[in-house]
Every structure is written in C-alpha cells, then in structure tokens.
C-alpha cells in the first residue's frame, strides 16, 4: 500500500505538470493528526498567486476525492523564493540579466564565481564574469543562486 506521503507527491506532482509547472521542493511538516504540506512550484515565466491558489484547489478535491488523508491537514503552494538555489533548467530564463552566484565544474574542478546570466542556448548557460563571457553546460552547474541587489 503507497504511503501517504507518496500518494500526496504523486496527485500533486501530476496536477503540477498539467498546469505548467514543475515541483520544486515538498516539505511535509507536523504530524498525522495535523499534517502541512509545502509545496514550491516553478516555470519559466515564475509563479502567481492565481495559479498557485488554482493547483491548491485541484490537489485538495484530488486528495478529498481520493480519501488521502483522514484528519485536519494544511496544503500551501507557492514560489520557491529567491533565497533558493535553482534545481531546473527551466527557472533560469525568468532571471536572464539578474546576478548569480554559481558553483560549476571547470576543468574537473569546482569553481565558484558571481555574475550575470546574459543568455540560454539550449541547455547552456551565458555568464558573465568579471568581464570575460563562460558558456557553461547546465549539467556541470552544481549550484546557482539569485543574488538580490538593491
């Protein structure tokens, strides 16, 4: 029998998708009498709160249509927030022009360097660093964060 957890993930993940955006990250908090679920989303284009409001309601009727959970439980769906590191290709092109901070393989070596990302070519990353431009392969990217600049 699928967890409750695992079956949660699987409505949510699935009615996600449908609506055009990927999981990024589920935090399942509390206990089996008072669940709360997190669940981050992404696109391209980012997330609002219409669209987030609109996948919560489609979850909850999947979880109460499929008798899920049988006690007081909390779903909230939102942004993953910029303080996040970016898991998926996709949420790099809503932050071309924006400042990052990036670990990536160089050479077999990790390198860690801060600029800005100028431009997506399939599924390569344009940076700038320091005045010289790094086409990095988003497969070697190990870690990148939005800097917030003010």
């Known amino acids: 029998m699928k967890t409750v957890k695992k079956q949660i993930l699987e409505v ?42 609109k996948i919560s309601r489609e979850i909850i009727s999947q979880i109460e249509e499929q008798d899920i959970i049988n006690s007081k439980y909390r779903l909230d769906v939102s942004s993953p927030g910029v303080e996040r590191p970016l898991l998926f290709l996709d949420q790099y092109h809503k932050h071309v022009n924006r400042k990052f901070s990036v670990e990536f393989l160089e050479d077999e070596n990790l390198t860690r360097k801060e600029g800005v990302l100028k431009n997506i070519e399939n599924s390569s990353l344009l940076f700038e660093f320091d005045k010289s431009e790094y086409l990095i392969n988003w497969n070697d990217i190990k870690t990148a964060k939005v800097l917030i600049s003010f």
Do not use: P, W
């Open 12 to 53: 949510s993940e699935t009615i996600i998708n449908q609506n055009g955006y990927l999981l990024i990250d589920a935090v399942f908090r509390g206990d089996a009498q008072n669940l709360i679920i997190e669940l981050f989303v992404d696109n391209k284009e980012g997330v609002n709160t219409n669209d987030c409001a």
